[in-house]
């Protein structure tokens, strides 16, 4: 349903992002995910949206723009900029609270939270210990076993809970 606004104000943008939803976790927004970098409106009909990838080669990158931009739209926007950047990378660091509930009710298992060096996440060196302290998302054992550390998509490991026998997928920390 397309609207049209007199005004349009930044955070009227980022209330329509949050009903855009993740094409490969349809249960977190796009905002929640912590992909939305930045919003400028520039007047009622001018607004740029700045986006980042979870990881180089996100296979649902141009979905998301698409909808990003058909979201804006519908407030009456009509000249809508969505562009991707790789200057400002993607962290496990930048989900809210409400995006980690959204990936447990996904049955996706949370990624561990990564010490704040001061550095950027990209000179982390990740080892493979931090999968295996991964908790199931169905029982919240920490009785796991990683099965392998490639899931289905580049963000993700596959798992195993050794408490309730489920296998599950968990989200890797970046």
Known sequence: METTMTTIEESDIWRALKDVKDPEIPTISVVDMGIIIKVDVQSPSDVTVIMTPTFTGCPAIDVMRADVEQAVRNLGVSNVHVSVTYDTPWST??????????????????????????????????????????????????????????????????HYCNACLQAFEGFKPV
């Open 93 to 158: 660091s930048r989900l809210t609270d409400e995006g980690r509930a959204a990936l447990l009710r996904h049955g996706l298992a949370l990624p561990a939270t990564l010490p704040d060096t001061g550095t950027e996440p990209t000179s982390i060196v990740l080892s493979l210990d931090v999968l295996s302290e991964t908790a199931c998302p169905y029982c919240g054992s920490h009785n796991t076993t990683v099965k392998s550390p490639f899931g289905p998509t580049l963000c993700r490991s596959l």
